[in-house]
């Protein structure tokens, strides 16, 4: 069992910065794969960015990449998630989410293939 629990979310105007937390507990933080995921109002869950174990492999959606930076810190048991030069598209409730082991990266876009969820923070980038 693993919890997840999100933060670092508020308003910003846009080009701004905001770095988002995703600390986990209940169990050994360095097996899972973390992933970011978005939900805009109105529509569909959508991937942003994930990290494997070490954190040496990491994935970015087309529309973030460049512009946004994960990382993690196993000692920590937290994942960051780094969003700058934001956009009012980037609004929306980012969750965290946590995928046993190293699943492939075709898994770790689908909010299916999740095992763990955190309840999310909203981020806000007005115009």
């Known amino acids: 069992q693993v919890q997840l629990v999100e933060s670092g979310g508020g308003l910003v105007q846009t080009g701004g910065s905001l770095r988002l937390s995703c600390v986990a507990s209940?169990?050994?933080?360095?097996?899972?794969?973390i992933v970011w995921f978005r939900q805009a109002p109105g529509k569909e869950r959508e991937f942003v960015a994930a990290?494997?174990?070490?954190?040496?492999?990491?994935y970015y959606a087309d529309s973030v990449k460049g512009r946004f930076t994960i990382s993690r810190d196993n000692a920590k048991n937290t994942v960051y998630l780094q969003m700058n030069s934001l956009k009012p598209e980037d609004t929306a409730v980012y969750y965290c989410?946590?995928?046993?082991?190293?699943?492939?990266?075709?898994?770790?876009?689908?909010?299916?293939?999740?095992?763990?969820w955190g309840k999310g923070t909203l981020v806000t980038v007005s115009s």
């Open positions: 209940g169990s050994t933080f360095s097996m899972y794969s």
């Open positions: 989410a946590a995928a046993l082991g190293r699943p492939s990266i075709a898994t770790m876009r689908d909010s299916r293939g999740m095992d763990y």
């Open positions: 990290v494997h174990l070490s954190g040496s492999n990491t």
